[in-house]
């Protein structure tokens, strides 16, 4: 029965780093080619602005009232404008824009 073929700890070591290594570039690259394009801004309504401003003004307004800390609240539809704000208004609040 023939010997099995010895290799040292090192050469195993050295050779589980190169895996790692190729497979940490092959995933960042990966990674880095599928990132998607940023979507075209859509033209916002003038609805939609005065909507999301009257809400700052709104803010502003409990902003300089407070004193502590407090709540304030909005309905998620307003008459007469029906739920075509909804996507302005998230990104406006989050500083998107």
């Known amino acids: 029965m023939p010997k ?6 090192r050469t195993w070591a050295a ?4 895996l790692c290594a190729v497979g940490l570039a092959a995933t960042a690259g990966l990674n880095a080619s599928s990132t ?6 859509k ?6 602005a005065e909507y999301v401003a009257d809400i700052e003004r709104q803010l ?4 300089q009232e407070s004193k502590g800390d407090g709540v ?8 007469g404008t029906g739920d075509d704000c909804d996507d302005e208004l998230r990104a406006h609040l989050r500083g998107d824009r």
């Open 60 to 63: 502003a307004e409990a902003q």
């Open 36 to 41: 998607p394009d940023p979507r075209p801004e």
């Open 15 to 18: 050779a589980w780093v190169v």
């Open 43 to 48: 033209p916002v309504s003038a609805e939609c």
């Open 72 to 79: 304030l609240a909005f309905s998620r539809v307003r008459p």
């Open 4 to 9: 099995p073929i010895r290799s040292s700890r």
